[in-house]
């Protein structure tokens, strides 16, 4: 009778973001809306950049011949063309297709790779945990450039060719990531394990992969919306600083907001402002968007630091809500 | 065996957080402390001089690399031999291992020069460029971050998270390239890049033991013309790369500065009848300091990387723009010892920056 009482939340309202909606109040939404609207219409730039952008990224030339290099923003070249005579606003446009791509490659990557070995490691404990947990921090101390660059170096042999320069700029950026997911999720199974009904689940004969997958790491998750915001801002951030190293990708196999912004350091000098202002734009507004949806979601799961409703709205706060679920 | 007793004892369930004091309590000497945390650094940087080997090696060998197209085969196999790259791997690392405990970190292929002369060169304007920025990260970051906590969920701590997520959001380079775009090419009152225009050089490079931190050896020649030379070139740069640690510090100040008004001597202080604003300053502000130690410990990493960036938008010749340098050369054996070096001063910074807060917070030690 008792568990019939409980309301169970609708699906919708249990949706990812959706609660976190419902919940905030004042610039604190203001600040979750903002950033969600620039992720939304960056990613909407990088489905549809064939049909957005005038020309194609490597593209050089036209009906009417070449673009002529370092032209000012307006006629056929809307912001311009660069100092190797690419269209500044088509490069702009697929260099979203690019970054979508490197961060959901890296992520999806490091989130594999640092929560499996998280798992293992806080699971079983000894000397493969110490062994791991000393190598993550010294990774976790390094200047996460630096070894993006020696990662880049190793991948690609200091050079980049095709698809590969999408997939070793991914790769490099996941060795940083790693040890995040891994000190969480270790941390979190470290607690975890010791709790009743894992305990009940060996009992009753439960394999370790059952414990492990079905019991333990379905309750280790609750911080990984948080990082993954995070680490997707530094993504672009580690992308766009590999690139203006020289580490990108290059003009001919994609457009990289980082690639450009380096060819532009000596336009600078000269007073050329279009072919930096607007791919360095386009990075700012993109991490800004993914750190504002970041920021507001830690402040929301944080009780001291969320903006009160007036009237509780919510009649069940998340924990309780998630103690529920776990209870049905 | 009284001792023995008193630890076995101590496990009992519920008493976690007592353990945790007694333990934290016990042996707690600051020169304890430090040592074991001395030695800690051990590993560390035995793990990243060992990972940074095994990655490097992973493309052959560096002279191949650097030299490839330009030597034939024979010339270059005897330059492989001559430097001992056709040896086992193992015995390749372990004399590396054995060359960096002693300091030498190699000599690089293209210019032929030992590493360790490199850092001494080009160690001071890296240093000199971190310090530029810590100072401007210090004079924006933290002062606005008390404000923000102060002015907590009003319109002004809205536009300050704002501005530090701005900060953060903009790339070291990208921040770079707009001041300069704004300053010296637009309003032409500052330089474009170099840390000191070339006459001044001339006077720092006539000086006797040059330190290569510009800053001091400008105040050594006693010109002021000089002093202001340096400085004028040193501002865009130090802004660009303190900016984006400003961010951070501005986060982190108020964050803590909040967490710490919540606490039970403030909620004390505030029924006492002291300001608000006094509560931020006096009161809440130095114990949210301890934590804040702690995190510049990971900036400098960070810091690390931006100077990289940094210092190659602005041509500020110091360690991150000879690495790209060498990088573009393909000399893999500067790579590694400038990698491996920049490693060991993250290393060492952050011991500095623990044993720091230990002397402020006796709870940190062990």
């Known amino acids: 009778m008792s568990t019939t009482t409980v309301v169970r939340p609708s699906i919708w309202s249990r949706l990812p973001l959706v609660r976190q909606l419902a919940q905030s109040v004042g610039w604190q939404r203001g600040m979750l809306v903002a950033g969600l609207v620039i992720i939304v219409v960056f990613l909407l730039t990088a489905a549809l950049a064939p049909i957005l952008a005038p020309y194609r990224f490597d593209q050089l030339r036209d009906a009417n011949g070449t673009f002529g290099a370092q032209l000012p923003p307006g006629g056929a070249h809307l912001l311009g063309t660069t100092v190797g005579g690419y269209d500044v606003l088509s490069r702009v446009i697929w260099g979203a297709q690019t970054a ?52 880049s170096i190793v991948l690609s042999g200091g050079k980049s060719s095709l698809s590969f320069g999408i997939l070793a700029a991914a790769i490099s950026i996941t060795v940083v990531f790693i040890p995040q997911y891994f000190r969480v999720i270790r941390s979190e199974t470290v607690r975890i394990k010791a709790e009743a009904f894992v305990e009940s689940a060996k009992v009753i004969g439960a394999s370790n992969a059952r414990v492990m997958f079905r019991h333990v790491l379905r309750n280790s998750t609750r911080t990984l919306p948080l990082i993954l915001t995070l680490n997707a801002s530094e993504a ?17 196999s994609a457009a990289e907001w980082g690639f450009d912004l380096n060819k532009s350091i000596s336009d600078v000098a000269a007073g050329i402002w279009w072919t930096s202002i607007f791919p360095g734009t386009a990075i700012v507004l993109v991490v800004l968007g993914i750190t504002l949806v970041g920021e507001s979601l830690n402040d929301l799961a944080d009780p001291r630091l969320r903006t009160r409703h007036r009237a509780i709205a919510s009649s069940a706060t998340p924990t309780e809500v998630d103690e529920l679920e776990e209870a049905l | 065996m009284m001792t023995a007793t008193a630890v076995s004892n101590a496990p009992s369930p519920g008493a976690e957080p007592a353990q945790k004091a007694r333990s934290k309590g016990s042996g707690g000497t600051l020169g304890r402390y430090i040592l074991i945390r001395l030695i800690l650094i051990i590993p560390t940087v035995f793990i990243l001089v060992s990972m940074v080997f095994i990655l490097m090696h992973m493309i052959g060998d560096p002279i191949t690399a650097a030299l490839g197209g330009r030597l034939t085969p024979d010339q270059l196999a005897d330059r492989i031999h001559a430097a001992g790259y056709d040896r086992p791997i193992w015995i390749q690392y372990f004399e590396y291992l054995g060359q960096v405990a002693t300091g030498n970190f190699g000599t690089t292929i293209s210019d032929n020069r030992p590493i360790s002369e490199i850092l001494l060169t080009y160690g001071g304007a890296t240093l000199e460029l971190a310090f530029y920025a810590l100072i401007v990260a210090f004079i924006v970051g933290i002062p606005l971050g008390m404000l923000a906590a102060y002015l907590r969920d009003k319109w002004p701590d809205a ?18 390239l707009l001041l300069k775009l704004i300053f010296s090419v637009w309003l032409k009152i500052l330089p474009v890049n170099g840390r000191a225009s070339v006459g001044t050089e001339l006077n720092l490079q006539l000086l006797d033991h040059p330190t290569n931190i510009y800053l001091i050896d400008a105040f050594r020649t006693g010109n002021p013309a000089d002093v202001a030379d340096v400085l004028t070139h040193a501002l865009l740069p130090g802004i660009a790369l303190g900016l984006l640690t400003a961010g951070i510090f501005l986060r982190l100040v108020r964050l803590n500065v909040i967490g710490t008004l919540g606490q039970d001597y403030v909620d004390a202080a505030r029924s006492r009848g002291v300001g608000e604003l006094r509560l931020v300053r006096k009161h809440a502000y130095k114990p949210a300091l301890v934590p804040i130690i702690t995190v510049i410990g990971l900036q400098i990493a960070l810091l690390l990387g931006g100077a990289v960036l940094t210092e190659t938008t602005f041509e500020w010749k110091g360690l991150g723009f000879m690495l790209v340098q060498y990088i573009n050369a393909r000399d893999f054996v500067a790579v590694q010892g400038i990698v491996v070096l920049l490693a060991v001063i993250v290393a060492v910074t952050n011991f500095i920056v623990d044993v720091i807060a230990a002397l402020i917070d006796p709870r940190v030690r062990y």
């Open chain 1, 100 to 151: 979508v791509l490197v961060i959901v490659v890296a992520v999806i990557l490091s989130i594999f790779a640092g929560v499996l070995l998280g798992l293992v490691s806080g699971y079983f404990g000894g000397w493969l945990d110490r062994v791991l947990v000393v190598i993550c921090d010294a990774i976790y101390a390094f200047p996460s450039l630096l070894l993006a660059i020696v990662m």
């Open chain 1, 236 to 252: 672009i951030l580690t992308l766009a600083g590999l690139g203006f190293l020289g580490f990108g990708i290059e003009p001919t």
């Open chain 2, 159 to 176: 536009v300050l998270r704002v501005f530090a997520i701005l900060f953060y959001a903009t790339p070291v380079f990208f921040a770079g």
